[in-house]
């Protein structure tokens, strides 16, 4: 999604309002911006990453129609030209070059009495080569050793939407739209060790497409000063086409329909003008093996004082799995995990701000969030759901059970400058950890469990002559490393094939990550209303999760 394209959004890290389901981590709600309906506007950018184009302006003159319109294509092409002894790991934090492209579309019509119609939609792909020559020895992100792998995605997004407002304290939204998602994942023997041992080219081959149709009904109602109600239902069909073959042995063959449906409500009563609290619920079912959720939620936000402020959220949240993994099969072409449960989480959150100086505010959060339901192979073993996400393939365990759980805890401090007098900054500072418990009844790191992470930005701009700011920002970042586990050296040898130590699984811990982002702007008023934007990034990246 292109940034430039944003209206306000919402981010939430956890205990989320009930509104928001089918999610246990955090939710991003990304609201587009409408177009400029005054005048048109044209804008062109380009850079080592990604070069792009972007246009808006009115659609009618008296009625405030306007369009918005957005295409970037990956400029990283550009990086093939220094040949084949570049380790792109440092650069992109895999040793490929990844291309891709978006587009993204806006049009909103206003209507009668501060009722209208938006149409919108949002479309991309992206592919990657990864050569087994090209293979560098300290990527951790190729693990494929031995062979070629091509990945491909596609995505899409379209609808229109319209919102009425029966009068100034009720308004009522409904949407349809049209999702999709396609991959295809290629990975090929081409080590000549390999291909004799294997007997065959064809390692893992995958093609995923999901086409999904969906309606939203959004009710807000204002009832009084102290009161306002949030209703909505929330209707999807999917439409799935999954096919996978491991080692010439098909995994996945399914093609059919399914659906779920979901519904929140969610009310807000103000005790005073400083302190508010919400209770909802958010309820799930899906039609393909009729499991279900009801979920509570409350938040309560206080503004102690006008410098202090404090809010406490706790809530129970579910998610369903990946869609591919219900119609996973054995090799007699049985679905072992079409009655898998939803994931479940619960979720406390306790959050306390002051404004230490003008412009300048400091923040302190602490999270606790237990999981259950998790999936974990039904033969003890440390694979658990929570593990998966950050592979160019997707994971194709045994048969599974809703029995693994985890449990992630921590504190976020964050102290931040808003822009002002030329310049800001943003500081922060998270502890965590984050353990899970797989079938074997261990209780392990995840994957992800860093143990901290800190970022850092800071800008300042100076403006001088007519028209003409010059900026600097410094964007650093640093991170505990991933964990992985000890390699079982000789049943790997003879399974020609990474085995690793089951027991001591995510025991090793690679190196801390850390990236340091040097950003330089330049831009011109010219006498015309248009803007001209310079702007050049430097990257240092010294390690990618390398385990040399």
């Not at 999610?23 to 587009?32: K, P, S, T």
């Not at 086409?241 to 329909?257: A, C, K, P, W």
């Not at 000890?486 to 020609?496: G, H, Q, T, V, Y």
């Amino acid at each position: 999604m292109n940034n430039k394209l944003l209206d306000r959004s919402d981010f939430y890290t956890g205990a989320f309002p009930a509104e928001y389901g089918n999610a246990m981590a955090g939710i991003f709600d990304l609201q587009m911006r409408r177009g400029n309906d005054q005048r048109h506007e044209f804008g062109f950018e380009t850079g080592s990453m990604v070069t792009g184009a972007t246009a808006q302006g009115p659609i009618g003159v008296r009625d405030k129609s306007s369009y918005l319109v957005s295409y970037r294509h990956s400029s990283l092409g550009l990086f093939s030209l220094l040949g084949d002894g570049v380790d792109y790991s440092r650069l992109f934090g895999v040793s490929a070059i990844p291309y891709f492209q978006d587009v993204a579309l806006k049009l909103h019509f206003p209507l009668h009495n501060g009722n209208s119609i938006s149409i919108f939609g949002i479309g991309g792909d992206s592919r990657i080569f990864f050569r087994h020559e090209h293979r560098h020895p300290c990527s951790f992100s190729y693990r494929d050793y031995g062979k070629d792998v091509h990945f491909v995605s596609q995505m899409g997004v379209g609808g229109i939407r319209y919102q009425h407002n029966f009068n100034p304290i009720t308004t009522f939204n409904v949407s349809l739209y049209s999702t999709y998602q396609g991959r295809n994942s290629d990975h090929t023997w081409v080590d000549s060790a390999m291909l004799e041992f294997k007997g065959h080219e064809q390692a893992y081959w995958n093609r995923s497409r999901q086409h999904n149709l969906g309606a939203s009904f959004r009710l807000y109602r204002r009832i009084n000063a102290q009161n306002d109600l949030r209703l909505g239902l929330v209707m999807e069909q999917f439409r799935y086409n999954f096919g996978s073959i491991l080692e010439m042995q098909s995994i996945s063959d399914s093609r059919d329909v399914t659906g779920q449906m979901r519904a929140f409500g969610q009310w807000r009563h103000r005790f005073s003008n400083n302190l508010s609290l919400s209770t909802g619920v958010h309820g799930m079912v899906f039609h393909l093996n009729n499991s279900w959720s009801v979920d509570p939620r409350l938040g309560l936000s206080w503004q102690i004082t006008p410098r202090r402020s404090m809010h406490v959220g706790a809530g129970f949240h579910s998610q369903l799995q990946p869609l591919y993994l219900y119609f996973m099969q054995d090799q007699e072409g049985n679905l072992t995990n079409k009655n898998l449960g939803m994931s479940m989480s619960q979720h406390y959150v306790v959050g306390y701000t002051i404004a230490v100086a003008p412009h300048i505010r400091f923040g302190i959060e602490t999270f606790y969030q237990i999981l259950n339901g998790i999936p974990v192979e039904r033969q003890p073993s440390s694979w658990s759901m929570l593990n998966q996400g950050l592979d160019f393939k997707l994971s194709f365990p045994g048969p599974l059970t809703n029995d693994g759980t985890g449990q992630n805890y921590g504190v976020e401090l964050s102290l931040e400058r808003i822009f002002n007098k030329g310049y800001y900054y943003l500081l922060t500072a998270t502890l965590l950890d984050s353990r899970y418990t797989g079938s074997d009844g261990v209780r392990r790191h995840t994957d992800f469990n860093g143990h901290y992470i800190f970022n850092g930005v800071i800008g300042k701009e100076w403006t001088f002559g007519r028209g003409r700011t010059f900026g600097l920002s410094l964007r650093s970042t640093l991170a505990g490393g991933r964990r992985y586990s000890p390699i079982d050296l000789e049943a790997s040898r003879e399974a020609r094939e990474t085995i690793i130590v089951d027991s001591e699984a995510y025991t090793l811990q690679f190196k801390d990550y850390f990236r340091t982002d040097l950003g330089i702007t330049y831009r011109i008023q010219l006498s015309r209303p248009n803007l001209l934007l310079m702007r050049s990034t430097a990257r240092y990246m010294p390690s990618i999760f390398s385990s040399s």
